[in-house]
T-cell receptor
Framework: NAGVTQTPKFQVLKTGQSMTLQCAQDMNHNSMYWYRQDPGMGLRLIYYSASEGTTDKGEVPNGYNVSRLNKREFSLRLESAAPSQTSVYFC????????????FGEGSRLTVL | GQQLNQSPQSMFIQEGEDVSMNCTSSSIFNTWLWYKQDPGEGPVLLIALYKAGELTSNGRLTAQFGITRKDSFLNISASIPSDVGIYFCAGQLNAGNMLTFGGGTRLMVKP
């Protein structure tokens, strides 16, 4: 039972390059999220998808786009990476968007040079 | 936006000691949650609190939802090396609102 799976786990980009972080959950959850974690700042919400077919901005959406491909998969895209996007990215899911009980993936560490 | 302040930011304790940490907010929350992040892993939910004044235990962990709804506390009794990690509090104003996370308390345990 994998839970929430993220790929890749590590990535190094040059400024201006693009990439997509992939996330899949096998718990039949309706809602999925992308967070970034920076030292001392906790977790900040980038985008979320309350249910299949919907996406909404979180606290720090600038520079990112998302796609809810189907109920299982939610991807995060950086179109033109910047050093300020160096961070650890976490995908999470929950049964519905009303609950705060989230299940997180293992994280993707991104470095932008 | 809303801010959650966790203290202490880090603590280094001896195995077997009890640990206390807290989380405070300038505004109220109606749900408080505590997550733990092991090194190199994603956060895992430890305890969820849904009622002001509520005291909930999960093994050696005990968490409390403050009466004012502006704070929450987490205690760990008889710490062991696997308690090492970062502990995050999170608040949710109402069902459907996004979580606000604190900056975390980093716990280190000396065997």
């Amino acid at each position: 039972n994998a839970g929430v799976t993220q790929t890749p786990k590590f990535q190094v980009l040059k400024t201006g390059q693009s990439m997509t972080l992939q996330c899949a959950q096998d718990m039949n959850h309706n809602s999925m999220y992308w967070y970034r974690q920076d030292p001392g700042m906790g977790l900040r919400l980038i985008y979320y998808s309350a249910s299949e077919g919907t996406t909404d901005k979180g606290e720090v959406p600038n520079g990112y786009n998302v796609s809810r491909l189907n109920k299982r998969e939610f991807s995060l895209r950086l179109e033109s990476a910047a050093p300020s996007q160096t961070s650890v990215y976490f995908c999470a899911s929950s049964i519905t968007r009303t609950t705060g009980e989230l299940f997180f993936g293992e994280g993707s560490r991104l470095t932008v040079l | 936006g809303q801010q959650l302040n966790q203290s202490p930011q880090s603590m280094f304790i001896q195995e077997g000691e009890d640990v206390s940490m807290n989380c405070t907010s300038s505004s109220i929350f109606n749900t408080w949650l505590w997550y733990k992040q092991d090194p190199g892993e994603g956060p895992v939910l430890l305890i969820a609190l849904y009622k002001a004044g509520e005291l909930t235990s999960n093994g050696r962990l005990t968490a409390q939802f403050g009466i004012t709804r502006k704070d929450s506390f987490l205690n760990i009794s008889a710490s062991i090396p696997s308690d090492v990690g970062i502990y995050f509090c999170a608040g949710q104003l109402n069902a459907g609102n996004m979580l606000t996370f604190g900056g975390g308390t980093r716990l280190m345990v000396k065997p």
